[in-house]
């Protein structure tokens, strides 16, 4: 069986090059993401600077090796990639149905331009996005 968050997270690894600073974003289709970029700094020398949205993809990046600093510590984020909690039959994405929601908005203000949104794979249950400031 084809696992399509594995594929898009692979995918969305592609748009890394050497010299970025990359948020890694939470839950199960950013684990394959941060698992690649792992894998393309071992195996291509791939050299990137990350920022994490929570504590559990902190450990996933650290266990494989690549650098990571606080966001109060860059001035801004290259690229973020991160899955939406859900998509609505018109593909607005909604952030905020997951745990890392706090530290996942403190990365916003840093982008550079527009986050790398992976997918979502959940139905759309008409929650309603809580803006957090």
Same mark, same amino acid.
């Given at each position: 069986?084809?696992?399509?968050?594995?594929?898009?997270?692979?995918?969305?690894?592609?748009?890394?090059?050497?010299?970025?600073?990359?948020?890694?974003?939470?839950?199960?289709?950013?684990?394959?993401?941060?698992?690649?970029?792992?894998?393309? %700094? #071992?195996?291509? *020398?791939?050299?990137?600077?990350?920022?994490?949205?929570?504590?559990? +993809?902190?450990?996933? !990046?650290? $266990? =494989?090796?690549?650098?990571?600093?606080?966001?109060?510590?860059?001035?801004?984020?290259?690229?973020?990639?991160?899955?939406?909690?859900?998509?609505?039959?018109?593909?607005?994405? %909604? #952030?905020?149905? *997951?745990?890392?929601?706090?530290?996942?908005?403190?990365?916003?203000? +840093?982008?550079?331009? !527009?986050? $790398? =949104?992976?997918?979502?794979?959940?139905?759309?249950?008409?929650?309603?996005?809580?803006?957090?400031?």
């Amino acid at each position: 069986m084809v696992n399509l968050k594995e594929q898009v997270g692979i995918k969305a690894a592609e748009f890394v090059t050497d010299g970025m600073i990359v948020g890694l974003g939470t839950g199960s289709t950013a684990y394959y993401f941060v698992a690649e970029l792992g894998r393309r %700094i #071992k195996e291509e *020398g791939l050299k990137i600077t990350a920022v994490t949205t929570s504590s559990v +993809t902190y450990e996933q !990046a650290e $266990g =494989l090796g690549i650098p990571l600093k606080a966001i109060d510590d860059v001035e801004v984020v290259d690229l973020t990639v991160d899955g939406a909690d859900e998509v609505d039959p018109a593909l607005n994405g %909604i #952030k905020g149905g *997951g745990g890392a929601l706090l530290m996942e908005k403190s990365l916003g203000p +840093t982008q550079k331009t !527009a986050s $790398g =949104l992976s997918m979502s794979l959940n139905k759309w249950r008409r929650l309603v996005p809580l803006n957090c400031q």
